[in-house]
């Protein structure tokens, strides 16, 4: 009879972890709705923005309450545009909250107006936030273990200066100057942000790179991440604009992905330093306890708006 007992126990165990995978299942099926909506302000949409130079992807612009074409205002450019701003469309069920963090430091008079264009990532995020010219700093050893082939952030960059903006110029009437022109994205999009204040001084006033994935850890291929860890911050070094001429905001907290970043952002802050940044013009910070997510950014957010566009 105890041995009939015993040979439940596995069907059991099995039926529990059945039950466990369907919920997780269940917990992560795609959002019914893919459109997102702002609690505060406005959305515009743009899908499929067709491009030269990278596969076509939505974009969404988001408008300050009461925003009319021409008024004065600052333009922020943002990755991973569809986690920004509506956790019902979301694969997490967690976003940045732009809408509510702009509106109500705009409205407090802490910010100036700025409009946001959130772009949309694709299947080729990582290829295309992956800073391209980072592999003229890494030996060719490790070199031949990338296929450097299809990194695309080059041209990411040239679809984001030479057709979405020229486009939300164009339609928006903005003022357009690099001193009212900012970029922001976290994790890989904190690199390409960086990458392109680097590439583009004349286009960007400044940038802010949350949780930027300085370690280079995970890179697809079995690449080894620390030559091109390396090498990031030898680019940087070379290629940054002339000290203190614009804006760069950095931060990580202390968990997840975030538990190893702050290693490699001290070396970081040491490099932008040593070139003669001052805490006016870098800042980089560490929040304790916090995680490598969108809650975590948008609790956050004031931060690094109040550093870049603050009156």
Same mark, same amino acid.
Not at 161 to 176: A, G, N, S
Not at 209 to 220: K, N, R, T
């Given at each position: 009879?105890?041995?009939?007992?015993?040979?439940?126990?596995?069907?059991?165990?099995?039926?529990?972890?059945?039950?466990?995978?369907?919920? !997780?299942?269940?917990?992560?099926?795609?959002?019914?709705?893919?459109?997102?909506?702002?609690?505060?302000?406005?959305?515009?949409?743009?899908?499929?923005?067709?491009?030269k130079y990278v596969p076509?992807?939505?974009?969404?612009?988001?408008?300050?309450? =009461?925003?009319?074409?021409?008024?004065?205002? &600052?333009?922020?450019?943002?990755? &991973?545009?569809?986690?920004?701003?509506?956790?019902?469309?979301?694969?997490?069920?967690?976003?940045?909250?732009?809408?509510?963090?702009?509106?109500?430091?705009?409205? !407090?008079?802490?910010?100036?107006?700025?409009?946001?264009?959130?772009?949309?990532?694709?299947?080729?995020?990582?290829?295309?936030?992956?800073?391209?010219?980072?592999?003229?700093?890494?030996?060719?050893?490790?070199?031949?273990? !990338?296929?450097?082939?299809?990194?695309?952030?080059?041209?990411?960059?040239?679809?984001?200066?030479?057709?979405?903006?020229?486009?939300?110029?164009?339609?928006?009437?903005?003022?357009?100057?690099?001193?009212?022109?900012?970029?922001?994205?976290?994790?890989? =999009?904190?690199?390409?942000?960086?990458?392109?204040?680097?590439?583009?001084?004349?286009?960007? =006033?400044?940038?802010?790179?949350?949780?930027?994935?300085?370690?280079?850890?995970?890179?697809?291929?079995?690449?080894?991440?620390?030559?091109?860890?390396?090498?990031?911050r030898d680019y940087v070094?070379?290629?940054?604009?002339?000290?203190?001429?614009?804006?760069?905001?950095?931060?990580?907290?202390?968990? &997840?992905?975030?538990?190893?970043?702050?290693?490699?952002?001290?070396?970081?802050?040491?490099?932008?330093?040593?070139?003669?940044?001052?805490?006016?013009?870098?800042?980089?910070?560490?929040?304790?306890?916090?995680?490598?997510?969108?809650?975590?950014? !948008?609790?956050?957010?004031?931060?690094?708006?109040?550093?870049?566009?603050?009156?």
């Amino acid at each position: 009879m105890a041995n009939k007992k015993r040979k439940k126990w596995p069907w059991i165990i099995l039926g529990v972890l059945v039950l466990l995978v369907a919920v !997780a299942a269940w917990l992560m099926r795609p959002p019914a709705n893919t459109i997102p909506t702002a609690s505060r302000g406005s959305l515009d949409r743009f899908p499929q923005f067709e491009s030269k130079y990278v596969p076509a992807r939505d974009i969404v612009v988001w408008l300050p309450e =009461g925003y009319q074409t021409g008024d004065t205002c &600052d333009v922020l450019y943002m990755h &991973d545009g569809q986690m920004l701003f509506d956790a019902t469309t979301t694969w997490n069920r967690q976003e940045w909250r732009v809408d509510e963090v702009m509106d109500s430091l705009i409205q !407090a008079g802490s910010i100036r107006p700025c409009i946001v264009v959130g772009i949309y990532n694709t299947d080729d995020r990582l290829t295309e936030y992956f800073p391209a010219k980072t592999w003229q700093h890494v030996a060719e050893a490790d070199r031949k273990k !990338a296929k450097l082939d299809k990194l695309t952030a080059d041209n990411y960059l040239k679809f984001i200066v030479e057709e979405m903006k020229p486009f939300i110029d164009e339609r928006y009437r903005p003022l357009t100057g690099r001193e009212h022109t900012f970029m922001m994205g976290s994790s890989m =999009g904190g690199l390409i942000s960086l990458y392109a204040l680097c590439e583009y001084p004349q286009v960007f =006033g400044g940038v802010a790179c949350l949780s930027s994935h300085l370690s280079m850890a995970l890179l697809p291929e079995g690449v080894d991440g620390e030559p091109w860890a390396t090498g990031f911050r030898d680019y940087v070094a070379a290629s940054l604009p002339e000290p203190n001429s614009r804006f760069i905001y950095m931060d990580h907290g202390t968990k &997840d992905f975030d538990a190893d970043y702050g290693q490699y952002q001290q070396l970081l802050d040491k490099v932008i330093a040593d070139k003669g940044w001052n805490p006016a013009h870098y800042m980089s910070r560490v929040y304790q306890g916090d995680g490598h997510n969108e809650t975590c950014w !948008a609790r956050r957010l004031d931060q690094p708006l109040l550093f870049l566009l603050g009156k």
